[in-house]
């Protein structure tokens, strides 16, 4: 049996290849002026001091968004992961739970993670995280560039109530 358009289906493949081969102009497609990429600030970054032998550790910052976005993962080398956690009612008792979606940042809108709500939780601290101290840690989103942030370690005492976090 013979196969007639075997040639030229060489020739179209032939043609394909050069064409992927053109080398794409970096300013081929600029961005639209007013679609400026969206913005997330942070501001009051803390962490609470963590007594010697602590699991974990809370962290707490104020998001702000000038476009739908949403917190995804915080990095950090001063601890072993940090995960986004939530509290909830459970049958009376203040329960946390993993966000496993990350935390949400509707565009022009103040998030606050703080003491008795949203928070980050830091598990397994590398050191003690000592009042006073700085812990460096990465916010990575789903839209915006990644943002390195700098959490003020403060006090244990005071300012919030308890969170249920000794039953980690
Ligand atoms: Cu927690």
Redo the contacts with the bound molecule.
């Keep these: 049996m013979r196969h007639p358009r075997l040639g030229l289906l060489a020739v179209g493949l032939t043609a394909l290849a050069l064409a992927a081969c053109q080398p794409a102009s970096p300013d081929a497609a600029p961005p639209a002026p007013d679609a400026a990429p969206a913005q997330v600030t942070v501001s009051d970054a803390w962490i609470r001091e963590t007594p010697p032998s602590a699991a974990?550790a809370?962290g707490y910052l104020t998001l702000h968004s000038t476009g739908d976005d949403r917190l995804v993962a915080v990095e950090t080398a001063a601890s072993a992961a940090v995960?986004m956690?939530e509290m909830r009612h459970d049958g009376g008792m203040m329960r946390?739970r993993e966000l496993p979606d990350g935390v949400a940042l509707p565009a022009g809108t103040r998030v606050e993670l703080r003491p008795g709500g949203h928070?980050l939780?830091l598990i397994d601290p590398v050191e003690p995280l000592r009042a006073g101290a700085t812990v460096e840690a990465t916010l990575r989103f789903e839209h915006a560039p990644a943002q390195q942030v700098q959490f003020e370690v403060r006090p244990l005492a005071g300012d919030a109530p308890a969170?249920g976090?000794s039953g980690h």
Aim: aromatic letters at 0%.
């Design positions: 974990v809370g995960e956690h946390m928070h939780m969170e976090h």
